[in-house]
């Protein structure tokens, strides 16, 4: 049995289900983040753990204890809130303080707890002001101080940094993973945002319709997704449908696709077979030697994005993004003819 | 920068200020006035007003009675508003246009009415023509001040999630209530309060109709002296404005540090 335990938890509003037969277990330490586009039933799952709502079916258990029932204010679990939630009537010390307070842990106690938490969000310095009087991302950092410090059995983060600026963003989030490592403390991290899910997540659960897609490390979901949905959220891909033809080939109108990632598909399926941007090669003439998925194209637009280029290719009716690193290579233009190849190894086969 | 106000914005709150001041002014100036209906400034001046109201044997016990009817009402007010509203906002909201739409029936119903009507209804002791009945009705003919205050500011916090953090925190009810709700809606309380206690203690329909002379009201001894002595009746005008902007003043005193905080969460929107 694991630290955290979801087993077929369901929850549906009136008649809309929110969440259906899902099923998790998260390791003690684990940083484990729920990604989906809104509606997918994250926050819902989220708000079971702690307590805000109860599940229609299914139990939670956490260290082994059935906490399905218990009252939010009895589990344990800290939370932190999209909008920072932080009490305005209350001062940066009070509100770190209130938890220990509600749990009446002697007052010694608390002043040092209060002081180590603060040092530990790097926010010492203001422990004497109020809410308002401070940033927000400085707000984030005091509402997850506030939580550490009943030292909860399980943090939860409600989508913590949706509401910064994107430079905030990144700093915070490696801050939450700093912390979350050195602490070992076991946290379900709620976001839409996938480079998010993908940079700090010990694993990944997509979601999608109330339902799991996937659950792996964020590589895996990136590189092997398991359906159409997942490859599709979670970065970019091109998509070809058509219907198997061969042990490894799928016919899409004109072009024959090479791929050694079909999964058994009988011949004349309709499938869809996905490559992402990054692994289309870009040629300026057709390479030497014997290529597969190789194919000539003229380039249709062109977008600079630092690192890479983003390319738009139309190829045989059909248009193809790809990535490419342009230094050190010669410039590429507006409606020039290229040449494009993906290894077979990159392009997975799924059904439509 | 601040831009200047034009001729024609000074000139609108001007008018404005002089509509709402000088009846009061007026009625401080009669209430101290000898004679004042031949000339454009009283022909004298004496306190003689005041000293005739004071020495009316029912003067302090009105006063008190008043005082007493308006704070129980902004105590009972309080108790009962506060909570009601929280769950709605918190656990109902489909009741809120109900309740909205429900705190519009006591302007709607005339005090004459309701005041006839729970005469009628609570025709039996102890309630039967008493100062507990017609606190209830004073509750009820104020209580859209209250739930308006208490209702608009509840919506400008985000009172679900901050009852939440403090549930994740281990609060139970009590502790979430006190400690969080109550001083993030502290300010809209205390405006609430100013206005039914303002409005009780001036408020004459209803405790002439339901108690009568059996709980004297300061508004009723006013309404006594109309028919004597206008100028008295100018002095304890005048006395009932004071004693109401006292009370307020008291209240705000009491309540200064929550009045700081509105201006704190006025500061973080």
Same mark, same amino acid.
């Given at each position: 049995?694991?630290?955290?335990? =979801?087993?077929?938890?369901?929850?549906? %509003?009136?008649?809309?289900?929110?969440?259906?037969?899902?099923?998790?277990?998260?390791?003690?330490?684990?940083?484990?983040?729920?990604?989906?586009?809104?509606?997918?039933?994250?926050?819902?799952?989220?708000?079971?753990?702690?307590?805000?709502?109860?599940?229609?079916?299914?139990?939670?258990?956490?260290?082994?204890?059935?906490?399905? +029932?218990?009252?939010?204010?009895? $589990?344990?679990? *800290?939370?932190?809130?999209?909008?920072?939630?932080?009490?305005?009537?209350?001062?940066?010390?009070?509100?770190?303080?209130?938890?220990?307070? /509600?749990?009446?842990?002697?007052?010694?106690?608390?002043?040092?707890?209060?002081?180590?938490?603060?040092?530990?969000?790097?926010?010492?310095?203001?422990?004497?002001?109020?809410?308002?009087?401070?940033?927000?991302?400085?707000?984030?950092?005091?509402?997850?101080?506030?939580? =550490?410090?009943?030292?909860?059995?399980?943090?939860?983060?409600?989508?913590?940094?949706?509401?910064?600026?994107?430079?905030?963003?990144?700093?915070?989030?490696?801050? !939450?993973?700093?912390?979350? &490592?050195?602490?070992?403390?076991?946290?379900?991290?709620?976001?839409?945002?996938?480079?998010?899910?993908?940079?700090?997540?010990?694993?990944?659960?997509?979601?999608?319709?109330?339902?799991?897609?996937? !659950?792996?490390?964020?590589?895996?979901?990136?590189?092997?997704?398991?359906? $159409?949905?997942?490859?599709?959220?979670?970065?970019?891909?091109?998509?070809?449908?058509?219907?198997?033809?061969?042990?490894?080939?799928?016919?899409?109108?004109?072009?024959?696709? #090479?791929?050694?990632?079909?999964?058994?598909?009988?011949?004349?399926?309709?499938?869809?077979?996905?490559? $992402?941007?990054?692994?289309?090669?870009?040629?300026?003439?057709?390479?030497?030697?014997?290529?597969?998925?190789?194919?000539?194209?003229?380039?249709?637009?062109?977008?600079?994005?630092?690192?890479?280029?983003? +390319?738009?290719?139309?190829?045989?009716?059909?248009?193809?993004?790809?990535?490419?690193?342009?230094?050190? $290579?010669?410039?590429?233009?507006?409606?020039?003819?290229?040449?494009?190849?993906?290894?077979?190894?990159?392009?997975?086969? /799924?059904?439509? | /920068?601040?831009?200047?106000?034009?001729?024609?914005?000074? +000139?609108?709150?001007?008018?404005? !200020?002089?509509?709402?001041?000088?009846?009061?002014?007026?009625?401080?100036?009669?209430?101290?006035?000898?004679?004042?209906?031949?000339?454009?400034?009283?022909?004298?001046?004496?306190?003689?007003?005041? #000293?005739?109201?004071?020495?009316?044997?029912?003067?302090?016990?009105?006063?008190?009675?008043?005082?007493?009817?308006?704070?129980?009402?902004?105590?009972?007010?309080? !108790?009962?508003?506060?909570? #009601?509203?929280?769950?709605?906002?918190?656990?109902?909201?489909?009741?809120?246009? =109900?309740?909205?739409?429900?705190?519009?029936?006591?302007?709607?119903?005339?005090?004459?009415?309701?005041?006839?009507?729970?005469?009628?209804?609570?025709? %039996?002791?102890?309630?039967?023509?008493?100062?507990?009945?017609?606190?209830?009705?004073?509750?009820?003919?104020?209580?859209?001040?209250?739930?308006?205050?208490?209702?608009?500011?509840?919506?400008?916090?985000?009172?679900?999630?901050?009852?939440?953090?403090?549930?994740?925190?281990?609060?139970?009810?009590?502790?979430?209530?006190?400690?969080?709700?109550?001083?993030?809606?502290?300010?809209? /309380?205390?405006?609430?309060?100013?206005?039914?206690?303002? &409005?009780?203690?001036?408020? %004459?329909?209803?405790?002439? =109709?339901?108690?009568?002379?059996?709980?004297?009201?300061?508004?009723?001894?006013?309404?006594?002296?109309?028919?004597?002595? *206008?100028?008295?009746?100018?002095?304890?005008?005048?006395?009932?404005?004071?004693?109401?902007?006292?009370?307020?003043?008291?209240?705000?005193?009491?309540?200064?540090?929550?009045?700081?905080?509105?201006?704190?969460?006025?500061?973080?929107?």
């Amino acid at each position: 049995m694991a630290y955290l335990d =979801l087993t077929n938890i369901s929850k549906a %509003f009136n008649t809309v289900v929110a969440v259906k037969d899902f099923n998790l277990s998260i390791e003690k330490g684990q940083l484990v983040s729920f990604l989906g586009p809104s509606g997918c039933g994250k926050t819902t799952t989220l708000r079971m753990i702690a307590g805000f709502e109860l599940p229609d079916s299914g139990t939670i258990m956490l260290n082994g204890e059935d906490i399905s +029932l218990v009252p939010p204010n009895k $589990r344990g679990i *800290g939370m932190v809130f999209q909008a920072y939630a932080l009490f305005p009537n209350m001062t940066i010390r009070e509100n770190v303080m209130f938890g220990l307070r /509600m749990a009446k842990k002697p007052k010694p106690y608390i002043e040092k707890k209060v002081d180590e938490v603060l040092d530990l969000v790097r926010l010492s310095n203001t422990a004497k002001r109020y809410p308002h009087q401070l940033s927000g991302g400085q707000q984030q950092r005091i509402a997850l101080a506030r939580a =550490l410090a009943i030292e909860p059995r399980v943090l939860l983060l409600d989508e913590p940094l949706s509401a910064l600026d994107a430079e905030v963003r990144v700093a915070l989030r490696g801050e !939450i993973r700093r912390i979350q &490592t050195e602490l070992g403390i076991t946290t379900v991290y709620v976001t839409h945002d996938q480079e998010e899910a993908l940079s700090i997540s010990d694993r990944v659960v997509v979601m999608n319709s109330g339902l799991i897609e996937q !659950i792996g490390t964020a590589q895996e979901i990136y590189r092997s997704p398991n359906t $159409r949905f997942v490859a599709t959220f979670i970065g970019t891909a091109n998509e070809f449908h058509g219907i198997v033809t061969g042990e490894n080939t799928v016919l899409c109108d004109d072009l024959t696709l #090479t791929s050694d990632r079909i999964r058994s598909f009988i011949n004349g399926t309709r499938v869809v077979a996905l490559v $992402r941007p990054e692994n289309v090669q870009v040629f300026d003439s057709k390479p030497a030697g014997d290529q597969l998925n190789l194919f000539e194209g003229v380039i249709e637009t062109l977008t600079f994005h630092g690192a890479i280029t983003r +390319l738009g290719i139309s190829a045989s009716g059909k248009h193809i993004t790809a990535d490419v690193n342009l230094t050190g $290579r010669a410039m590429l233009s507006h409606h020039q003819k290229v040449w494009l190849c993906f290894q077979p190894e990159y392009c997975q086969v /799924m059904s439509e | /920068m601040k831009q200047k106000p034009s001729v024609s914005q000074v +000139l609108l709150i001007l008018f404005f !200020i002089l509509y709402m001041v000088i009846p009061i002014i007026a009625t401080y100036v009669f209430s101290v006035a000898t004679r004042w209906d031949r000339t454009i400034l009283p022909e004298g001046y004496s306190l003689e007003g005041y #000293t005739t109201a004071a020495q009316n044997p029912y003067f302090f016990k009105t006063l008190r009675n008043s005082l007493v009817l308006s704070l129980s009402t902004v105590l009972v007010s309080l !108790i009962i508003v506060v909570p #009601t509203v929280y769950w709605v906002h918190v656990r109902l909201q489909s009741a809120k246009s =109900l309740l909205d739409l429900l705190m519009i029936l006591p302007f709607g119903i005339p005090g004459v009415v309701l005041a006839l009507a729970l005469v009628q209804v609570y025709n %039996f002791q102890p309630l039967s023509r008493s100062a507990l009945l017609l606190i209830a009705a004073e509750v009820v003919f104020t209580m859209p001040f209250m739930y308006r205050s208490v209702s608009n500011s509840l919506a400008a916090v985000d009172i679900s999630t901050l009852t939440e953090a403090a549930q994740s925190l281990g609060a139970d009810i009590k502790s979430v209530l006190l400690e969080v709700i109550v001083p993030s809606i502290f300010p809209g /309380m205390l405006s609430g309060s100013l206005l039914v206690f303002a &409005t009780v203690f001036a408020e %004459f329909t209803l405790a002439r =109709l339901i108690v009568g002379a059996g709980f004297k009201t300061f508004p009723m001894l006013l309404v006594e002296y109309t028919r004597i002595d *206008g100028t008295i009746a100018a002095a304890l005008s005048v006395i009932s404005f004071t004693v109401a902007w006292i009370a307020s003043m008291l209240i705000l005193w009491v309540g200064g540090k929550g009045v700081r905080s509105t201006q704190d969460i006025v500061k973080a929107k």
